[in-house]
């Protein structure tokens, strides 16, 4: 009976151990999920663009699939490269976070391109939908869940950079709980943006009163703007983002003449003006990375279309010769 009781409160005594271990994983994973709050947000708003123009049947499941290709980026293949990386060679991680941004520097600028230059349509154009719908459906899920891999991995690395010195255990628990929150709470967003149109049209049909459905037409007038606006936001975050990455990653390396002089000068004008100076400091930087942003993608636009595009065409085509042979 002794033995059963020992037994017992062993048994308590891990309970309460792994309830503690629980607790930290949430509380350092809440932690370190508001320090990417930034990338969060920028996050939820890329995505609404890549299901402009489809048909309301198929918003949701675009978004499911998006969501699934995000989760399995976060769990996947960032969280164990994520702690390989940070164990074993830290210091390649802030080049390769650099790459990642000059990819949105250069999505983003290829956008704002395509508006601006004559002869150049956007793939985003309902003519593209109604040719081929499925066909451009995988091309979206695929650009979107691409985007998303760059924003997860930044994501990933500043949540990991926040998580307290611990085993690995508790690091990947802490990062795995962060990707599903994360995860949840960016696609859940998108869902309800994405289908808003949808319940304004119920409530302007089905709504008992007249306010009721005043506020459901008002609504479905209200969203082809804010989609285009979102759009908007979308193409405005890859380059603020991706900015953002490259000059933090100069720093790091030991360039820090481009970082400086945006910190100064938002500085100098959050200061000058007095007013509200932390969001203005914040509003002029994230200003000047996207400039900085869209003239870097506009640099690699031609180097990507000319030389690496046509590089890679030509290696996967030969793979493709040599596996039908």
Same mark, same amino acid.
């Given at each position: 009976?002794?033995?059963?009781? #020992?037994?017992?409160?062993?048994?308590?005594?891990?309970?309460?151990?792994?309830? !503690?271990?629980?607790?930290?994983?949430?509380?350092?994973?809440?932690?370190?999920?508001?320090?990417?709050?930034? !990338?969060?947000?920028?996050?939820?708003?890329?995505?609404?663009?890549?299901?402009?123009?489809?048909?309301?049947?198929?918003?949701?499941?675009?978004?499911?699939?998006?969501?699934?290709?995000?989760?399995?980026?976060?769990?996947?293949?960032?969280?164990?490269?994520?702690?390989?990386?940070?164990?074993?060679?830290?210091?390649?991680?802030?080049?390769?976070?650099?790459?990642?941004?000059?990819?949105?520097?250069?999505?983003? #600028?290829?956008?704002?391109? &395509?508006?601006?230059?004559?002869? &150049? &349509?956007?793939?985003?154009?309902?003519?593209?939908?109604?040719?081929?719908?499925?066909?451009?459906?995988?091309?979206?899920?695929?650009?979107?869940?691409?985007?998303?891999?760059?924003?997860?991995?930044?994501?990933?690395?500043?949540?990991?950079?926040?998580?307290?010195?611990?085993?690995?255990?508790?690091?990947?628990?802490?990062?795995?709980?962060?990707?599903?929150?994360?995860?949840?709470?960016?696609?859940?967003?998108?869902?309800?943006?994405?289908?808003?149109?949808?319940?304004?049209?119920?409530?302007?049909?089905?709504?008992?009163?007249?306010?009721?459905?005043?506020?459901?037409?008002?609504?479905?007038?209200?969203?082809?703007?804010?989609?285009?606006?979102?759009?908007?936001?979308?193409?405005?975050?890859?380059?603020?983002?991706?900015?953002?990455?490259?000059?933090?990653?100069?720093?790091?390396?030991?360039?820090?003449?481009?970082?400086?002089?945006?910190?100064?000068? #938002?500085?100098?004008?959050?200061?000058?003006?007095?007013?509200?100076?932390?969001?203005?400091?914040?509003? #002029?930087?994230?200003?000047?990375?996207?400039?900085?942003?869209?003239?870097?993608?506009?640099?690699?636009?031609?180097?990507?279309?000319?030389?690496?595009?046509? !590089?890679?065409?030509?290696?996967?085509?030969?793979?493709?010769?040599?596996?039908?042979?």
């Amino acid at each position: 009976m002794s033995g059963l009781l #020992a037994l017992l409160d062993d048994v308590a005594a891990i309970a309460k151990v792994a309830a !503690a271990s629980v607790d930290d994983v949430i509380g350092q994973a809440a932690k370190a999920g508001s320090k990417a709050a930034g !990338a969060v947000i920028d996050d939820a708003a890329v995505t609404p663009k890549y299901v402009a123009g489809f048909s309301p049947a198929r918003e949701l499941p675009i978004v499911w699939r998006i969501a699934k290709g995000s989760l399995k980026n976060k769990l996947i293949f960032l969280l164990p490269v994520g702690l390989l990386l940070n164990t074993f060679l830290p210091g390649i991680i802030t080049p390769l976070l650099m790459l990642g941004g000059a990819y949105l520097c250069f999505e983003g #600028a290829e956008k704002v391109y &395509h508006l601006f230059v004559p002869g &150049h &349509h956007d793939a985003d154009q309902p003519k593209d939908l109604v040719q081929d719908p499925t066909h451009l459906e995988e091309q979206k899920v695929s650009g979107a869940i691409k985007t998303d891999f760059i924003l997860s991995a930044e994501i990933m690395t500043i949540a990991l950079s926040e998580i307290p010195d611990s085993n690995i255990w508790m690091e990947a628990s802490t990062l795995a709980v962060v990707a599903i929150g994360i995860t949840v709470m960016v696609y859940g967003s998108v869902a309800l943006i994405v289908k808003a149109d949808d319940f304004g049209l119920h409530l302007s049909r089905e709504g008992r009163f007249g306010v009721t459905r005043a506020i459901g037409i008002g609504i479905v007038k209200a969203m082809p703007g804010v989609m285009k606006f979102l759009m908007t936001v979308g193409t405005a975050a890859m380059l603020w983002v991706g900015g953002s990455i490259v000059i933090h990653g100069l720093k790091e390396l030991g360039v820090k003449g481009l970082y400086n002089t945006i910190h100064n000068i #938002a500085h100098n004008i959050a200061h000058t003006i007095g007013v509200a100076e932390g969001f203005l400091g914040w509003f #002029a930087t994230a200003t000047m990375d996207g400039i900085f942003g869209l003239i870097l993608g506009l640099i690699l636009i031609p180097i990507v279309t000319k030389v690496i595009e046509p !590089a890679w065409h030509m290696v996967t085509g030969k793979k493709e010769e040599a596996s039908g042979h």
